[in-house]
């Protein structure tokens, strides 16, 4: 077996089996005789055989050749040549050479014999780029390609190694590198597309050693065209999805791969498949995010995220009524984010540099709401060991937001009215009035027109809260909204627990668009905080967010759903007329009597006859 023998300046020669129909040289440890000499470029020559003859060629252009002392670009090699690349000095000879143990000779445990210079130049070669590739995966996925591609042409001793990744059903070229580790800008011209498109349909790896010879493919016009010798094809495969493939080649010589380069390129292709899964899959959530950012811009309305016409519509009254002084009542279902519209309109109001103070009505015991609301003096009732204000006191100029309006007790709904028409409260035990200057802002989840029926709430309290109304829309009825807002709460938790999940996987949207989201907006907050503190995977699966199909609100007949749709449009259209049944009707263009049928059905009550649904 011929051999080159290198001659270093210090210690023993080493020598070098010249095995391969292609054997290269150079300082990179990639090549098949790596040394390590000045002058010597990472890839400087190569040792190509051609059937008959050992011929020595460059490979970069800037590294100069010395044969027997004569300058040569491309030379065939004889027995005994002297070769001088760069400062290196070398040795060819027809027969192997016996060096000494523990010199690189060829026994069982010399590396550089054919099968075990090639089993550890494989080896080395797949831990480097193991560890490469984890690192090249966070950063660009250029940049990964190419360290992939370099990898596969340094191993291989091909010319040039191409990278195909489906796109709409065809292979387009993502990433091309010669063996020079430079891209190539044309290579769509340099593959063959039989060869390609066999692997695409088989999804198995292919090896030709002579393309032009080979039965299946020697009349190809791509084969033909290129002047193919050496091709090796191999699919790239993630958990069952084709990515595309890997495509490595030369023109000069034939038989340059063997099963073994095969079997080593699809080790190397399955471990890059996963990795670029991974990278690509990283790649598009930073454009979604990316888009996402994009999206709140034109969908966010303060700190309010929505783009369904009925927000539209909400955003539209908030902007308006925001700049007077009138009192505004918030309704809607628990969750819907009736905190956030009342922090808006204050926000966007001229008390903007007042307070904006907050009590909920239905979280107080009865017994200490109404010194919740006015303060109370020193002494007033048991415990009262100082004087303090109450939260109109400590409104003022500001926005007092009344939330769960309608859990206020009757006794301090007569007082609260009171306060709104006179502009003065009374602290508890104190008969001294004081005047406040604050915009009141209400909220409630309860039909107020129902409590006002059933005596448990004021009316003349409603209509003095009730100037404007507005109602906000379940988060089931608001569309692709919930996408958005699932987005951006992931996107925000994630980031301020430093969870290691970066997005959801696809089936997940889909759950989170289907389920009703019956607490709404503050449900989908602890549901997304409690799966990133739970789920130790980069994607939220349905089961990380308690959305299996269990979760999912059952298909309905389609008579049964549309009677479903008609009654909830007919109680929001209810409830944006604050419970006035005949300008629903209207708006409705129904009679009366239809409006009090889904009415008396949601109480639960049979319907009357006669015309007593038109009563006001």
């Avoid at 440890?29 to 059937?51: I, K, M, S, T």
């Avoid at 009825?477 to 996107?491: H, M, N, P, T, Y």
């Avoid at 696809?506 to 009703?516: E, Q, V």
Wanted: net charge neutral; proline share 5%; glycine share 8%.
């Amino acid at each position: 077996m011929p051999t080159i023998r290198w001659f270093p300046r210090q210690g023993p020669p080493r020598a070098y089996a010249v095995y391969k129909p292609m054997t290269t040289i150079g300082r990179a440890l990639g090549n098949d005789v790596a040394v390590e000499a000045p002058g010597l470029a990472d890839h400087h020559a190569q040792v190509v055989f051609d059937g008959r003859d050992f011929n020595l060629e460059e490979i970069d252009r800037q590294g100069e050749i010395l044969i027997n002392g004569k300058k040569k670009r491309r030379a065939r090699l004889v027995h005994g040549d002297r070769v001088t690349l760069g400062e290196a000095e070398l040795a060819f000879s027809v027969f192997s050479e016996s060096m000494p143990q523990g010199h690189e000779g060829n026994d069982e445990s010399d590396p550089t014999s054919p099968d075990v210079s090639a089993e550890l130049a494989g080896i080395r070669k797949l831990h480097e780029f193991s560890e490469r590739l984890m690192v090249h995966a966070k950063g660009d996925i250029d940049d990964l390609l190419h360290y992939l591609l370099d990898s596969i042409v340094d191993l291989t001793g091909a010319e040039r190694g191409i990278l195909l990744l489906q796109q709409d059903g065809a292979p387009v070229v993502r990433a091309a590198r010669d063996m020079k580790k430079e891209t190539i800008t044309d290579a769509s011209g340099s593959i063959s597309d039989s060869i390609v498109r066999r692997v695409l349909e088989t999804r198995k790896p292919l090896i030709v050693s002579d393309a032009l010879a080979d039965t299946a493919f020697g009349k190809s016009e791509s084969v033909v065209a290129l002047s193919l010798s050496s091709v090796m094809c191999v699919p790239l495969l993630a958990q069952g999805e084709l990515l595309g493939v890997l495509y490595v080649g030369s023109q000069k010589v034939k038989g340059l791969f063997d099963r073994g380069s095969l079997d080593l390129l699809g080790i190397f292709a399955g471990q890059a498949s996963l990795i670029l899964a991974n990278a690509m899959l990283l790649s598009s959530l930073r454009a979604d995010k990316d888009k996402l950012v994009k999206e709140l811009t034109d969908k966010r309305f303060g700190d309010i995220i929505g783009s369904c016409p009925s927000m539209m519509e909400v955003f539209k009254k908030l902007q308006k009524v925001a700049t007077t002084d009138i009192s505004v009542l918030i309704t809607g279902e628990t969750g819907t984010g009736k905190e956030l519209i009342a922090r808006e309109i204050h926000r966007r109001s001229p008390r903007i540099h007042g307070p904006f103070v907050t009590i909920n009505c239905g979280a107080i015991p009865e017994n200490l709401i109404e010194s919740e609301l006015f303060g109370h003096v020193k002494g007033a009732f048991t415990g009262a060991i100082a004087s303090r204000p109450g939260k109109f006191q400590a409104a003022q100029n500001g926005t007092l937001f009344l939330d769960e309006i309608g859990e206020l007790p009757l006794n301090l709904q007569v007082k609260l009215l009171r306060a709104l028409q006179e502009r003065v409260v009374y602290r508890v035990g104190d008969s001294r009035p004081e005047k406040v200057d604050i915009r009141i802002v209400a909220a409630t989840n309860k039909n107020l027109d129902d409590e006002i029926k059933k005596q448990q709430f004021r009316e003349d309290l409603y209509y003095r809260l009730n100037v404007v109304n507005i109602f906000l829309p379940p988060l089931r009825e608001r569309g692709d909204d919930v996408l958005i807002i699932a987005k951006a709460l992931l996107s925000k938790y994630a980031d301020e627990m430093h969870s290691k999940v970066v997005g959801y996987g696809p089936s997940t949207l889909g759950a989170i668009r289907k389920y009703p989201w019956p607490g709404n907006i503050r449900q989908l907050e602890n549901r997304i905080k409690k799966a990133l503190v739970l789920c130790d995977k980069s994607l939220l699966q349905p089961e990380d967010m308690d959305l299996g199909p269990e979760a999912q609100a059952p298909i309905l007949p389609l008579e049964k759903a549309k009677e479903e749709f008609q009654r909830k449009y007919v109680l929001e259209a209810l409830e944006r007329n604050n419970g006035n049944r005949t300008q629903t009707a209207r708006d409705l263009g129904v009679d009366p009597r239809t409006i009090f049928r889904y009415l008396e059905a949601e109480r639960g009550a049979p319907p009357p006859g006669g015309n007593e649904g038109d009563a006001e």
